[in-house]
């Protein structure tokens, strides 16, 4: 049996070589996609922070960066998920002694990091630069407070001059003393770093240095063995959750980034979750297009099997046939796909790189191991073809070899009561999921109305026939008021809706799912744009850390607000799990807060805003049922937590934030409250030009017009480029599953156009037929696509926002003429031949 099946295989093989050539190139992508997120998930799942600054201590003591949040989903036992703190968690200084009398320590160096005015210029101490190690270039080390050494990149300055660095709002100068290798750093004494830093009884980090002889692991156990024993935390851990508070860390090889670059961890537990989520969605959409394509490729020799069946194959010969014909035509496209993944992995680490999306910090290794990745993927769409394969030729092997040829010959065929349940229950099911959005915010709405999409368009794929019999309802009257090439149109749709329900399932898929990915990101932004407009009345905005105070004095200032920027996180539970959200959040001085950055408080009011006091944006006091008094738990980046009580309620939370604190609240939270912002309004009848003038040369500082304010997290741009890696990658894909699919359809219908042509129907009434043909398939996919885009859009809109979905008129112009354009070339290369 092995024999004839194998033989069967072959000639079929040759024989369709031409409409395999469809699905070959969907294989090839489907390959290069899945090889190519194979290989990011798994570099960026390995990757660290960079070691730089402490990669001359081999062990490295900080704080622990994460917070944690333990809940007991529905029958479960309990689980715990955790998030990255984007603000630097201290180490008490008390751990410098305990760790310097640790057998096998030769020295133990404590660094801190004192943010210096704007840009990512930062302060440390001098004994701080041997951690990495770097040492004196030119000159000498400071010896008083008012000596620096600089890094030999800081704007080639040489021993002797003069440096002004503002530090916490403060205007001071310095002598120049010496020049040391690395760059972004200014070096002070000890005594003045400490001063400067603001934080006494804390540092920032430990680098520990050992005696000779002594190996990283042997020093490692014994450091924390030392700290465990005198039961050591962070200083934040006395006011951290119950469940959250841990030891200090203990870090070393590339573990030690994470005591360097707080934002490393965020981004790549951020890139992860995206990637995942898009490389599930290729793998749900590859699904549908493959077995589809297989599907209709098999579909299309009905009358060949059926005759099979005629002469003696048995149901499982036809079925060893049909896959191993698959086989033959599967396995040189997903080879190529893992080929061309490799370069396809490395545009994407490019583009991901490109603009800041993620930290220059953030090391990717690649492993020789890691592309194995792409083989493991050929060897799924190898075997998703097998198994399209088999679904395909299922009923053929099923049913009596008279009913098949009589279905092959154009006998009716039923596709099923159980199918038209199944895609109707696949509908409801996706309506289910875009008003679950409703009752969510921010990425998880998105995620929501994501699979709501994706799961109706699975639902339409499934009730395809039934669909193109009602366009067929809509548009056949249409069709047959144009002519002899009309009624042919409608004639030839009519007679075979699976096939006309196959042409458009490609269609739906990409407009629904751009249309999704798109109009969620622009509806936000644009919803976003509009609340900042309205909520900026400043007219400047003076940088580098200035205090709000000296602005205020400046002559022509009406009113002046300090504004700061960190994140919180807020524990809440989904069905029972734990969850984390990380939101970014503003700190504000609030006298005179109307007069330059109007938050548009609904409830209460914000003019006595104070530490231990917060405003709630209105969509998050609706469904969390927060009014004044209230109160509200929430971590700050730094791991604190805090119980706020709840004395304003605003609208424009997608400008201001969620959650509004006052400036003092937030600041002692962070690591750089000195590099805020202040936007000043100036009196009615002052020239803001002037007063721009009189603050650049009173302050020395940076003066530029106010923007609106855009409150975004850290890793929003990481976020926005996975947005647009997401809809090339699979609008890419989708819109060549449409030219796959209608190539293969119009390569199975070359003997029908011929047998036309020779019936006497001219060569333009055969191409008039077919552009009516790719109009009713074009039209009845953009419009169900829209129809399916809408429901997800509408709720999560309605969610995110309370406002309409918006995407701007010229994308929705644009996705219309691509899909056109290839429905198009879909339908007439393949049967240019045939219409001669």
Known sequence: MSKASALLASRAHRTHRRAWSAVAAALVLTSMLLGSFALALGSIGLGHARVERYAGAPVVVAGDQTTRY??????????????ALTERVRVPERAVEVVRGVDGVRAVVSDVVIPLGTGTLTGHPWAAAQLAPYGLIEGRAPRSSGEVVVSAREDGRSPGERLELRVDGTLRTYTVVGVAQGEGRVYFTAGQARSLAGHRGSVDVLGVLPRPGIETAELYELTRAALDKAGLRDVSAPERAEDDARPLRVLTGDGRGLAERLEAPAARTGALEMLGAI???????????????????????????ALLRAVGASPRQLRAAAGREVLRVAVRPALLGAVL?????????????????????????????????????????????????LAGCARAARVRPAQALGEARGASVDPGQGRRIAGLVLLGIGVGSA?????????????????????????????????ARGALVVLGR????????????????AANPGRFGAAITPIVLVTAFVLVQLGAGTTMQHAGERQARAALHAELRVGGGVPVDEVRRIPGVEAATEVVRSTVVVAGEEAGSPRLERLPVLGVT???????????????????????????????????????????????????????????????????????????ELARHMASPG????????????????VRDRLSHSLGAEVSAAAPVHLTLPDQALSDRLGQVAVGAIGGFTVIAVLSTLTLIGVGRRPGLRLLRRVGAGRHQVRAMLRAEAAVITVTGLAVGAAV????????????????????????????????????????????????
């Not at 396809?344 to 990745?373: M, N, Q, Y």
């Not at 921010?442 to 368009?457: E, H, I, K, N, P």
């Open 478 to 493: 249409v069709l047959r008021r144009r002519g002899p090439q009309g009624r042919l149109a409608a004639a030839e749709l």
């Open 341 to 389: 993944s490799v370069p396809a992995f490395f545009a994407l680490l490019h583009l991901l790189r490109s603009g800041g999306a993620l930290p220059s910090g953030l090391e990717l290794p690649t492993p020789p191991w890691l592309f194995a990745a792409p083989l493991v993927a050929a060897g799924l769409t190898i075997g998703a073809a097998r198994l399209a394969a």
């Open 279 to 305: 490389a599930t969605s290729v793998v749900l959409i590859a699904l549908l297009v493959i077995s589809s394509l297989v599907a209709q490729a098999l579909r299309q020799r009905s009358f060949e099997l």
């Open 675 to 690: 590099r805020g912002e202040v936007l000043v309004a100036t009196k009615p009848g002052n020239d803001p030009a002037a």
């Open 789 to 836: 885009a809408a429901v997800p859009l509408l709720a999560f809109g309605f969610a995110a926002a309370r406002t309409l979905p918006y995407l701007p008129p010229a994308q929705v112009a644009l996705i219309a003429a691509a899909v056109a354009a290839t429905a198009g070339a879909g339908t007439f290369l393949p049967t240019r031949r045939a219409t001669r």
């Open 70 to 83: 333990t809940a007991k989903p529905w029958g479960s036992d309990p689980q715990t998920v955790t998030a």
């Open 435 to 467: 008003g679950v959005s409703v009752t969510q915010g921010g990425s998880a709405a998105a995620m929501a109305a994501s699979t709501a999409a994706l799961t109706m368009v699975i639902g339409c794929a499934v009730l395809g026939p039934w669909i």
């Open 590 to 664: 609030p006298e005179g807060l109307s007069r330059t950055l109007d938050p548009k408080p609904v409830e209460g009011s914000l003019d006595g805003l104070r530490p231990g006091e917060v405003s709630v944006g209105s969509d998050r006091a609706r469904a969390e049922e927060l009014g004044i008094g209230a109160r509200v738990t929430v971590r700050f980046g730094d791991g604190v937590q805090r119980s706020l009580k709840v004395v304003a309620v605003h609208e424009r939370g997608l400008a201001v934030g969620e959650f509004l604190f006052a400036r003092d």
